[in-house]
C-alpha cells in the first residue's frame, strides 16, 4: 500500500483524477459534494476549486493514443513512401479518397478529446 500524500495514512488506495496523487477514503471528497460519482477528487483539489484538467495535462495524459492517431494520419496523408515499400505503384487519384476518409475520422477524435476533458474516466 502507499502512503496517503494529504493526511500521511498507510492506506491510500484512490488516485486523485486531477493530481494523481495517492490519497486514502478519507481524503477524498464525497460523491455528493462533487456532483459527479465518476471521478475521484482529493481535499487538496477541492480547497483549490480545481474544476477540470488544463489542455496541456489532458494531451500529456493521452500521449499515446495521440501517438497512434498521429501515426495514423502520417499514413494517411504520405502513403506513397509506404505503399511503395510494399511494392504498390500508386498515382494521386487513389490517394483522394483517402485524403476525404481522414479528414472527416478526424472530428471525432477531437470531439473525444474534448468528452475526456468535462468527464473523466472512472478509476478505481
Known amino acids: 500500500m502507499a502512503t496517503c500524500t494529504i493526511c500521511?495514512?498507510?492506506f491510500a488506495n484512490k488516485k486523485c483524477y486531477f493530481c494523481l496523487n495517492?490519497?486514502?477514503?478519507?481524503?477524498?471528497?464525497?460523491?455528493?459534494?462533487?456532483?459527479?460519482?465518476i471521478t475521484i477528487k482529493c481535499l487538496t483539489c477541492d480547497r483549490k476549486g480545481i474544476k477540470k484538467l488544463g489542455i496541456l495535462t489532458v494531451l500529456k495524459r493521452n500521449?499515446?493514443?495521440?501517438?497512434?492517431?498521429?501515426g495514423f494520419w502520417i499514413f494517411a496523408?504520405?502513403?506513397?513512401?509506404?505503399?511503395?515499400?510494399?511494392g504498390y505503384e500508386a498515382t494521386a487519384v487513389v490517394l483522394q479518397p483517402?485524403?476525404?476518409?481522414?479528414?472527416?475520422?478526424t472530428i471525432?477524435?477531437?470531439?473525444?478529446?474534448?468528452?475526456?476533458?468535462r468527464r473523466a474516466p472512472k478509476e478505481n
Open 63 to 70: 500521449k499515446f493514443a495521440l501517438g497512434v492517431i498521429f
Open 8 to 10: 500521511g495514512s498507510h
Open 77 to 86: 496523408i504520405f502513403p506513397l513512401p509506404f505503399l511503395q515499400l510494399g
Open 22 to 37: 495517492k490519497v486514502c477514503t478519507s481524503c477524498i471528497v464525497p460523491e455528493d459534494a462533487m456532483g459527479s460519482a
Open 108 to 117: 471525432p477524435f477531437v470531439f473525444m478529446m474534448i468528452a475526456w476533458q
Open 98 to 105: 483517402v485524403l476525404i476518409a481522414t479528414g472527416i475520422l
